[in-house]
């Protein structure tokens, strides 16, 4: 069965300074991967895929098959990139996601 | 991207009674929506897949007869949770899978009862 495994509840790092969310999957067909965000008070919203290969307020995340993970790094944290994120998995058909635990990142000043 | 709306956003029942949960594509038509449940601190569990004009599909272990979902319309699916329980307090939240790989989420809708 899939899975998505995100082991930190909750990160904590000081404005400018990198962060790394981790998140690692398990799946036995051909992963598609997502990283979700969402800000205080607002909904789920799509943050980046790994398709695309693209960087989004400054966030990148790559896809390792070998170590199945999926972390998403920013090299330099701002206080506006705290929210909670969730790392999500396409499963089957369609569009089902299979969605991690979630991890909170506080920036703080 | 897509609108998606909930309404209530908001709501306490007593046990026993049954809630209904709207759900809404503003912008767009939507031949399938997807319901999650989310506890306190816990990830979104997905509950079910909702398709316009056809029996929603139930996660295992999601009792289709507890949690009543329909789709009449390609703008709006309900999730009716019936003879609810303190136990199925919980944040209800729909999104649609149209437009490609993306999802766009509803706002939520909190369940209290009492």
């Known amino acids: 069965a899939q899975r998505v495994t995100q082991p930190e509840k909750l990160l904590s790092v000081f404005k400018g300074a990198p962060v790394e969310l981790k998140c690692n999957y398990s799946?036995?067909?051909?992963?598609?991967l997502f990283w979700y965000v969402q800000y205080s008070r607002q909904r789920l919203q799509l943050l980046l895929r790994h398709i695309s290969r693209e960087s989004i307020k400054g966030f990148t995340a790559d896809l390792n098959k070998g170590e199945t993970s999926f972390h998403l790094k920013k090299p330099f944290a701002q206080e506006e990139d705290s929210a909670m994120y969730y790392c999500?998995?396409?499963?089957?058909?369609?569009?089902?996601?299979?969605f991690g635990t979630g991890t909170q990142l506080k920036v703080e000043l | 991207g897509a609108v998606v709306s909930q309404h209530p956003s908001r709501v306490i029942c007593k046990s026993g009674t049954s809630v209904k949960i709207e759900c809404r594509s503003l912008?767009?038509?939507?031949?399938?929506m997807f319901w999650y449940r989310q506890f306190p601190k816990q990830s979104l569990m997905l509950m079910a897949t909702?398709?316009?004009?056809?029996?929603?599909?139930?996660e295992q272990g999601v009792e289709k007869d507890k949690f009543l979902i329909n789709h009449a319309s390609l703008t709006l699916s309900t999730l009716t949770v019936t003879s609810a329980h303190p136990e199925d307090s919980s944040f209800y939240i729909c999104?649609?899978?149209?437009?490609?790989?993306?999802?766009?989420f509803g706002p939520g809708t909190r369940l209290t009862v009492l």
């Open positions: 999500a998995l396409k499963t089957g058909g369609g569009n089902k996601l299979t």
């Open positions: 999104s649609t899978g149209q437009g490609g790989y993306e999802q766009f």
């Open positions: 909702s398709n316009e004009g056809s029996k929603a599909t139930y």
């Open positions: 799946y036995s067909g051909s992963p598609e």
């Open positions: 912008d767009f038509q939507a031949t399938t």
